[in-house]
Each structure stands twice: as C-alpha cells, then as structure tokens.
C-alpha cells in the first residue's frame, strides 16, 4: 500500500462512516471519489440527528416546555460551534439557510433594497469571476438585471486561475460589492484572496466569499480573511442537508434590510408596520433547520476534533499524489492546475475523445463514484472549449489506494472504447 507524508489514520477514520462499506455492482466495494459534490456522514453525526428526532424534538424559541427549552439550546448551541469554527467575532454574525445558495441570494437582495452606502443601482459595478459556482453569478445577474448594474468578471488564465493583470481596471471606484469563491468547484484553485480583498478595500467594495470548498478542508477564519460576507453549506463538510451558514459582519447586519418576512424575525407586528429583531434572527424567518442546524453542530465537532490544519496536509499529500497519478494516464488532460500548488482536493479532467458522461458510467460499474458534467461552473467549460468534465474529488476519508483504483479504472475506461 502507497504511504504518503500527512496522512491521517484513514483506517480509523473511515470507520466512523458507514457508507464507506457499502458494496455495489456486485460485490464492489465502493471508491467514493465525489466528495466536492456531498461528502459522506461519521455516525457521530447521524446519531446527533437520530437522537434530536428521538428525544428532543420541538419548534425553537416559542415554547416554555422541556422539549423546547431543549431544542432551542441544541440549535443555539450548534450557532455557537460554528462561530468558534470559523473564528467569528460573535455568534449574532451567524445566520442559518438551507445552503450556501441561498446564503449569496441573501446577500444579493439585501444590497439591492439596502439604503446607500450599500445600495446597489445603476451607477455601481458588480464583480465575479469566470469560475463561479452558478450560485455565486445568477444571484448577481439577478441582481444587475433588477437594478441596473453593470456585472464585470476576471477571466481565467490557460492554468486555471483568475487573470488579475487588470484588477485595477475591473474593480474601480464604481464598483459596490466583490463576490468570488475561495476555492473552485471544478478546478480546484486556491484563490489570491489576500490581493483582490486588498484592491476591493481600496474602493470601498464590500467583499463576499462563496468558502463553501473551502469551510471543510481547510481552517477558515473569518477575521483573517477580513471579508464582509462568507457563505458556505454543511453537507459539504460531514454535515446533513438542508443546513447552510452565512456569515457577516455585525454593523452590517445591523443596518442592511432582511430577505424574508415572517415568524421569529420581528419585534413587533401592526397592520401598518413592522420591527425586526437583531441579527441573526432577523434573517431567519420561519421555522429554522433545527434538526439540520444540530447535525452541522455534530459535524463541527466531529472535523474540530480532527483538526482542520490536519485534514489539509491529508488533502494536499492525496491531490499531490493524485496529480502526479493522473498525469501518467495517456490521453488525460487536466482542466485547472497541473499542480498541487494552491489547489484543493479537486481534479476535473477530460480523457482524450471519450465523452465524460461514458467515462463515469465506466468507472461506476468498477464501484468508482465521481462526479461527471460541467459542475454548475458552465462558463469554465466554454473557456477551455469542452462539453464537461469528470471531476474526482477528495476528503479526509480518501486515500492512496483510492487513487490507484481511479486510475487503474481509467485504463479500464481506454480499453472499453478502444
């Protein structure tokens, strides 16, 4: 069996997740290579969740019952650990969503109904990048379209990463709000968060980061980043569906407008007005994801008790390794870094003329799981000029052997189409 340097006890790890025996196809044990797309669950996080259901379950915030009082402080409690998780300043700057998608259409609309300084209108700029998630360029187009912006973009380079040669040009004193993800979806570049920040601060821009690839394999510190918004998802990171996080920072939580009406995000209600309650309940109307929200708790501790640092040297020995495999494949060119030089646990790549929905029916009758298609990250795939990809992607379960049977599978993948 390959040893790499930084790896993490991957055999004990992988016991606390059950899928990970799961056969299929005939007795196949299955290489579960698809983990930018939903990573799998330790028991530790399923059990918190059987045990909400079991014997805590009830609405949060409106009961004086034990029932209540017990969900309130579970889902409450599950605000504190991400806060801890993500080095926020306060756990008020921590909202609850159904997922990172919805996190950025918060965002969105907040600016586009917000007073000035933040109003977006038709004398500002919006800016992305040509390697967003669709969930971090519709909110935005939404939005430019609604008020008249204009939405500008950094380009990609032929390595896959972001052409900042003209930042000063893109992000100018017109520009109101910066939005980009830490790390690509489909290519896996570590983005130069530290350079567009500064250019984005020079203008007065507000800053949002889609982190939703980065929240669970690397330590994310929301002060260090010095971002105004960070979005991610829980079931990304060992957590359950249906639960996402957007942080923000107080002061602006405090003066920008809500994005839903409804129960628990009010102070007071009349038939001719309204008053909101602080943040964060002012952005969480409705019954919250409470089960979801103590699931991503369980999940938080179970990654925290790891170590965040840990789980990131685990990534980079595994994505060295498999670069350096993937390149020995002929025909097989990687979209995106050809290193694991400021790239995450990602590797999309096309293989010669085979189309990349065949090569993932292959590889899955061998048990091989990876994701195929153009990964919700259309405009990379017209840049390069191809229909889609097949993407492996890596977590702190994956290992060597893992990588060796995607490419053995990927030789099996040429040989079927000749």
């Avoid at 055999?11 to 799961?22: G, M, T």
């Avoid at 017109?174 to 500064?198: C, D, H, M, W, Y």
Wanted: some cysteine; glycine content about 8%; hydrophobic content about 40%.
């Amino acid at each position: 069996m390959t040893q790499l340097p930084g790896l993490l006890d991957t055999e004990a790890i992988r016991k606390d997740f059950p899928i990970l025996d799961r056969q299929v196809h005939d007795g196949k044990k299955i290489v579960y290579l698809d983990n930018a797309a939903t990573s799998q669950k330790p028991r530790q996080v399923l059990d918190a969740l059987s045990a909400y259901y079991e014997r805590h379950n009830a609405n949060v915030h409106r009961g004086v019952h034990v029932l209540a009082e017990e969900a309130t402080a579970l889902y409450e409690g599950a605000r504190d650990k991400v806060a801890t998780f993500i080095n926020a300043p306060s756990r008020n700057e921590v909202i609850f969503t159904k997922n990172a998608s919805e996190s950025l259409n918060l965002v969105a609309n907040m600016l586009g109904w917000a007073d000035e300084p933040y109003r977006v209108d038709h004398e500002t700029d919006i800016v992305i990048t040509e390697m967003e998630h669709h969930s971090n360029i519709v909110p935005w187009q939404l939005l430019s379209q609604r008020t008249g912006a204009k939405l500008k973009w950094f380009g990609l380079t032929d390595d896959g990463r972001l052409d900042l040669s003209t930042i000063d040009e893109v992000i100018t004193d017109r520009t109101k709000v910066v939005s980009f993800t830490l790390v690509s979806n489909l290519l896996g570049t570590v983005n130069p968060v530290e350079t567009i920040i500064r250019r984005a601060q020079e203008v007065g821009a507000l800053v949002v980061i889609d982190a939703s690839q980065a929240a669970p394999h690397m330590v994310l510190d929301v002060q260090a980043l010095q971002a105004d918004f960070v979005a991610f998802t829980g079931h990304k990171m060992c957590g359950p569906t249906g639960i996402g996080v957007l942080w923000g920072r107080q002061e602006l939580l405090e003066d920008l407008p809500p994005f839903l009406g409804g129960g628990e995000m009010i102070e007071t209600v009349s038939m001719h007005s309204s008053t909101y309650a602080p943040a964060p309940h002012k952005f969480e109307a409705g019954t919250p994801p409470i089960a979801q929200a103590v699931g991503l708790g369980a999940a938080v501790d179970y990654l925290a008790a790891i170590g965040m640092d840990k789980i990131a040297a685990h990534e980079h020995a595994i994505t060295e390794y498999a670069v350096k495999r993937l390149l020995e494949v002929p025909d097989l060119r990687i979209i995106g870094p050809s290193t694991a030089e400021d790239r995450g646990a990602t590797i999309s790549f096309t293989l010669g003329d085979i189309h990349p929905h065949d090569v993932g029916q292959v590889l899955d009758e061998q048990g091989i799981a990876v994701r195929v298609g153009h990964h919700c990250a259309r405009p990379v795939c017209l840049r390069y000029g191809i229909p889609a990809t097949t993407r492996a992607s890596f977590y702190l379960y994956s290992t060597p052997g893992e990588v060796d049977a995607l490419v053995e599978g990927l030789e099996h993948v040429r040989n079927f189409f000749g």
